[in-house]
């Protein structure tokens, strides 16, 4: 069988929320051995909804089920003095550590970088906040919304005259862990060629900031500021209401007589509607063509005559829609995981593919110390007496 591309890295991962849980998974996904090490009450993803049959339980979190695929787990308290020497003891034996906790907090306990990286030399120790590790905000907690303001896009989105509009979801934790991911592989690149480690230092407030590279460009060398959409007009380009839903068609390199015939209306080949700018003049008229087109047309009939005009087109999928995706599916993007607690669920697994190293079948996310007796009792040598009187003593 062809090797993991990720095969034989080992990965401690203290990630209590999405962006390092995230960042962990993805190298878990392609191979490397990932050990969850969550506090003894349970990592606060595990606290976070939605839970599966509405259920408020600790092994029920979907976030938790999803951002924690293909990696084993353990509890330890980071706070004890027993459960530092632990920690410390497996960090010998791995590659890699993603954490996400404010910055210096693990260093107060002796566990930051610097500490760590005397035991091991070659150690790429992943950290993931909302500020990064330095500066003046370094020190304020982060949340999706307020990396959304921080790093300008929430100033471009939405129409207006209204409020910023923050995208859905929880983008920029995504952002900062696909970064993290990245991030860390070019470290271990590079400890590949120098035998040395580093410390990885992910802001998720600059990933999202550097998707708005062509506004940041704009202001510096014109004085220009990127508005938000108008809230009236110009319907065509923009999402579009149709029978079923919504759609959004768009000229791409087609020619306007190529999209009136399209849309079936002969209207739209009228001279007012010529060019650009007499489009412009005109988008209330516009408007009124397009919906009246549009109007009791189905959206994936819509789809599939767009494919075949070769017109730039696009369907406003329900989450219904996107889980029975046939592009989706054809990629095997969404796979089956049995959970021991939930259940055969469909999840989204493979993000992206590498020709020489075929995906293998997702595991489920670890139950709550789940590999305790492994880690500690097969790998470290603790006795099961032991390991009994760490549990007596909070220190697992």
Known sequence: MTESVLGGVKVLDLSEGIAGSFCARLMADYGADVLKIEPIVGAALRRMGPFHHDDPHAEKSLFFLVLNLNKMGVTLNLENKTGQTIFKRLVEYVDVVVESYRPGYLSSLG?????LRMLNPGL??????????????????????????????????????????KHGGFQSQYEGGLFGAGATSMAMFAKDQTGQGEHVDVSTVECVASTMMAAQTIYPFMGGIQGRRKPEGGLFE????????????????????????????????????????LRAQSVDELDRIMLGALEDKSKWDLFSGAAESRLLFGVVQTPSELAQCPQLESRNFYREVDHPVMGKLRVPTELFKFSGSPYQSPAPSPTLGQDNR??????????QQELCQLRQLNVI
């Not at 566990?111 to 500490?115: I, S």
């Not at 003046?136 to 790093?151: F, L, N, R, W």
């Open 111 to 115: 566990l930051g970088y610097e500490d």
């Open 124 to 165: 790429v120790m992943t950290s993931i906040t909302s500020f990064g590790q330095e500066g003046p905000y370094s020190q304020y907690k982060g949340e999706e919304i307020v990396d959304y303001a921080m790093s300008m896009i929430m100033s471009v989105s939405g129409v207006q005259g209204r409020e910023p509009l």
């Open 238 to 277: 923009n999402i579009t209401p149709c029978e079923d839903g919504y759609v959004i068609l768009q000229t791409g390199g087609s020619t306007w007589e190529e999209v009136a015939k399209f849309v079936g209306d002969p209207q739209l080949l009228e001279p007012r509607f010529a060019n650009g700018t």
């Open 374 to 383: 492994e880690i500690y009792v097969e790998g470290l040598g603790y006795t």
